[in-house]
């Protein structure tokens, strides 16, 4: 190889190394990736250190807000199996979709007594509001 | 209607097919009369396409609610622009926009091509059918926008958030960008496959290029503009693999459209060329597939659905059977020339090639890497924003550095005098900007490079780059000075000559400049556009303040420089919702005098299959003329009624959605304020008293991205203008290759 193509494969080398080595520092980053887990996954296992984002349902009438509208805690369940729960707490802007019976996701880390603190709460939008289970809501009403 | 609907889908599957195997056999056979009525196919295709269209909007217009898609994205209340624009807010019926914007495109392909192409456009014909086809096996048997259920008497409605100016236009701009890439492709595919590699291929399809990049490049602003005017998180960006999925064929297309220069002016860098129109292509579908398949989950959430597998087959033939047949060829790309040095516009266009496929690449890795880690060990992963902020952002600078270099350097060596000459000057402005910006906030600026000095002391590279966070803003400024500079310096040179040549006044030899070499002038206003953005994105990233306060109307909330005054608040019950219009006043730091007012609104949208609640509502809204009173009253009800179905009847009884109020600071009187916005939404408003939940931002310099979008559209529309002398290019060029052939 001459010494021009070299220089210019270096070059490419370096760009994709550079690349690859930001990836590498921007993943173990404290923070940087979350574990992403079902409300059962995250009891299974004993919680590590770290954030994790935990999957699952608001349990009805669980949610209690509390009067500044910006503070909330509520009991969550894993989406197939509601036996498996555990209590929520979260302060911060909740978002409009974040109702009963709503899919979230929070993130944070376990209190000793069992908390869930959560920094993070987001209630997927759904791109209808009608589901199986709403149609029979509104033919019962 | 849907039997319509079914039968003309039915009747452009069998067309597409034909569009595809006729062309095969046409080339087998070497047989005109087949590669015609291909063609003919082709057109044949669109025609049933757009009135199936057509029949599904006849279906939205006329509230037909037997027909299922109707039913879950249109109500009788719905106005009359969101009826139309329903037809791509669900799954099947933005498959059927993707379609029909691709067989409008593959006919005006085939008219105007199909005489002076001969050679290319069995192929192309061929690579566009087969896509066509694809679409049509997708409408036909997997996602039917015409399946038809019960009678209902009422639709379900659009989700409210989509019900928006922006999102009408939004995703018809995305897909005619992500579209109008097949047919470059197609013509891609084709040189190679008649092993005409030479520049007929690109020539011909330059526009298109431009077209797919300008509306993929402005569906993603707009995108982001809705995002920001209506999901009330005050930002624009939030790296969702939707966004994503979006930003990866425009960043790998941006790059082609660069490096097809090489090829056009010095005859290299072909398999390049040849390997990025597969990769953006083979993007485009990843995206629509990423977007429509949810296997990544998303904020967007689209519904799970069974076209996951048919794509994921669709796109692994596609990229692999278009990269064996590049493999096959790659004899007949020789390159005609050879990059001499480093300090070149050949390698600084190489340079910018690799770092837009590099960004690329590490988008398109770490949005996927959630699914690979559930693949290989189980455990579930999310990217946050900081993830991808970190990787992109240093690059994203030296891509802006390029901006600057590449139009300007010396093609194959730069001497000492053509750098001088060049840059300088735009040095000079970027250095002085940097400086600048460094005093004016200096001990904060003293007091990072003391904490960066330290985690680097520390090897702590994570660290380190938290810290190098305080200094992109001013680095992303100060270079995007020296972009600037060095487009008016050219500007300056060009005007200065004209005058001293043809005697022009000013405005007159800059007119002329720009409008004799369009294509030329066209990249560079294009160029200033994305300098402006990119200021944009700087300033509102880094200066953002935000604060939130329950406020009783007649309260004031300080934020920053801003104070802001709840005046007080209005129901109301309209088309299909309930709200509460807030108003406040803003004034900015002493001035007596308001910036202004502001309306925003916290809404709504009762579930009209409750019929409590949708007699409740539609009292509401007959009461909208009468007594003032009596009207507020029956929209408190509304609200009551909600309240009291929400214990029983669990989510669905509302949708809530938020109307921000804006005031943007678009006067040059107060130039430190300029493209600042500030931005309020109610979060809860409580109907008895008033009493509101407000977040509030001040968005610094969010209009320069705005306004950088439609310097872009200036810029590309100049530069695909219809001009003399590109004409006589292309013809040559045609020429030439005709000769060769023969």
């Known amino acids: ?141 | 209607m849907n039997l319509f609907g079914h039968f003309a889908l039915f009747l452009a599957l069998v067309a597409s097919v034909w569009a595809a195997v006729g062309s095969v056999l046409g080339i087998v056979a070497r047989g005109r009369g087949l590669q015609q009525s291909a063609e003919r196919a082709v057109l044949a295709t669109a025609t049933c396409t757009l009135l199936a269209m057509g029949a599904l909007w006849v279906a939205f217009l006329t509230d037909d609610f037997t027909n299922d898609y109707v039913y879950h994205y249109s109500s009788r209340a719905q106005a009359l622009p969101f009826k139309i624009g329903a037809l791509w807010g669900g799954q099947a019926g933005s498959l059927l926009l993707w379609a029909g914007i691709l067989t409008v495109m593959a006919s005006v392909m085939v008219l105007t091509n199909r005489r002076k192409n001969r050679v290319l456009m069995p192929w192309a014909t061929f690579v566009t059918g087969a896509t066509m086809a694809f679409f049509m096996i997708l409408l036909n048997f997997i996602e039917s926008p015409f399946v038809t259920g019960a009678a209902r008497p009422d639709g379900v409605g659009l989700n409210p958030q989509l019900k928006n100016f922006w999102m009408m236009i939004h995703p018809p701009s995305l897909y005619l960008g992500y579209v109008a890439f097949t047919i470059p492709f197609a013509f891609a595919i084709a040189s190679l496959a008649t092993r005409r590699t030479g520049d007929i291929w690109f020539r011909t399809t330059r526009r298109w290029t431009l077209f797919a990049w300008f509306f993929l490049g402005i569906g993603i602003l707009l995108g982001s503009y809705w995002a920001y005017v209506e999901l009330g998180w005050g930002g624009y960006w939030a790296w969702d693999p939707v966004e994503n999925a979006s930003l990866m064929p425009w960043l790998v297309g941006t790059a082609f459209l660069h490096s097809v220069m090489i090829q056009e002016k010095k005859g290299m860098l072909k398999i390049w060329n040849v390997a990025l129109i597969i990769l953006t292509f083979s993007l485009s579908i990843f995206g629509t597939f990423l977007t429509r398949s949810g296997v990544i989950s998303s904020v967007h959430a689209f519904a799970t659905s069974n076209i996951g597998p048919a794509f994921g087959i669709f796109l692994g033939i596609v990229f692999f059977s278009s990269l064996a047949l590049l493999i096959v060829r790659l004899d007949d790309l020789k390159s005609e020339g050879r990059l001499e040095s480093l300090l070149s516009r050949e390698s600084s266009f190489v340079f910018n090639n690799m770092i837009l496929v590099g960004i690329a690449a590490t988008v398109l890795f770490l949005t996927t890497f959630p699914m690979l880690s559930e693949a290989v060990t189980g455990r579930k992963v999310t990217m946050g924003p900081p993830i991808f902020n970190l990787v992109n952002i240093p690059w994203a600078i030296a891509l802006l550095f390029l901006v600057g270099v590449g139009p300007l350097i010396a093609w194959r060596k730069a001497t000492a005098s053509n750098l001088k000459r060049n840059f300088v000057w735009p040095a000079v402005a970027g250095a002085v900007t940097l400086v600048a910006l460094t005093l004016v906030d200096a001990r904060e600026y003293v007091d990072a490079l003391r904490r960066l000095g330290g985690s680097l002391a520390a090897f702590d590279v994570a660290g380190a780059f938290d810290h190098l966070k305080a200094f992109y803003p001013a680095i992303t400024f100060a270079t995007g000075m020296f972009v600037l500079g060095t487009v008016g310096l050219e500007l300056h040179r060009g005007v200065r000559a004209r005058r001293h040549q043809h005697g022009e006044s000013l405005p007159m030899a800059a007119a002329q400049l720009v409008w004799r070499n369009k294509r030329r002038w066209g990249g560079y206003i294009v160029h200033v556009g994305v300098v402006v953005v990119f200021f944009g994105i700087a300033g509102s990233s880094a200066y953002q303040k935000e604060g939130v306060r329950e406020l009783q109307p007649g309260e004031t909330f300080k934020i920053d420089d801003y104070a802001m005054r709840y005046d007080g608040y209005r129901l109301e019950a309209v088309d299909d919702h309930v709200g509460a219009i807030t108003e406040v006043t803003v004034w900015y730091k002493d001035d007596p005098v308001p910036v202004g007012r502001i309306l925003a609104e916290q809404r709504m949208h009762p579930n009209m299959l409750f019929g409590e609640l949708r007699q409740a509502f539609l009292l509401a809204k007959a009461s909208a003329f009468g007594d003032p009173e009596t009207y507020r009253r029956a929209v408190e009800n509304v609200y009551a009624v909600m309240q009291g179905l929400e214990g029983r009847a669990g989510r669905e009884v509302k949708t809530m959605s938020t109307e921000v109020g804006i005031h943007e600071s678009l006067s040059l009187a107060s130039p430190s304020r300029f493209g600042e916005d500030f931005y309020v939404m109610p979060l809860w408003v409580d109907p008895g008293t008033g009493r509101a939940n407000f977040r509030v931002f001040v968005n610094p310099m969010v209009n320069f991205l705005w306004i950088g979008g439609l310097i872009l559209i200036f810029g590309a529309h100049l530069s695909v203008f219809p001009d003399a002398r590109e004409r006589r290019r292309l013809e040559t060029a045609m020429l030439l290759e005709e000769r060769a052939a023969a």
């Not at chain 1, 910006?70 to 302060?91: K, L």
């Not at chain 1, 009963?100 to 791109?127: H, I, Q």
Request: proline share 4%; net charge positive.
């Open chain 1, 1 to 141: 190889m001459d010494r021009r193509r070299l220089k210019f494969v270096l070059l490419g080398t370096g760009v994709a190394a550079t690349m690859i080595f930001l990836i590498v520092v921007a993943i173990a980053k404290p923070g940087g990736a979350v574990y992403y887990k079902t409300v059962g996954e995250y009891l299974a296992e004993p919680a590590g250190k770290g954030n994790f984002r935990v999957n699952g349902k608001v349990l009805e009438g669980s949610i209690r807000r509390l009067p500044t509208g910006q503070e909330v805690s509520f009991t969550m369940h894993d989406g197939t199996n509601a036996s498996q729960v555990i209590r929520v707490e979260y302060r911060g802007i909740i978002p409009d979709t974040f109702v009963d019976k709503a899919d979230v996701v929070v993130e944070g880390r376990m209190r000793p007594d069992g908390v869930f603190v959560a920094s993070t709460l987001l209630a997927k939008c759904p791109s209808k509001y009608e589901s199986a289970d709403g149609q029979k809501a509104a033919q019962g009403a």
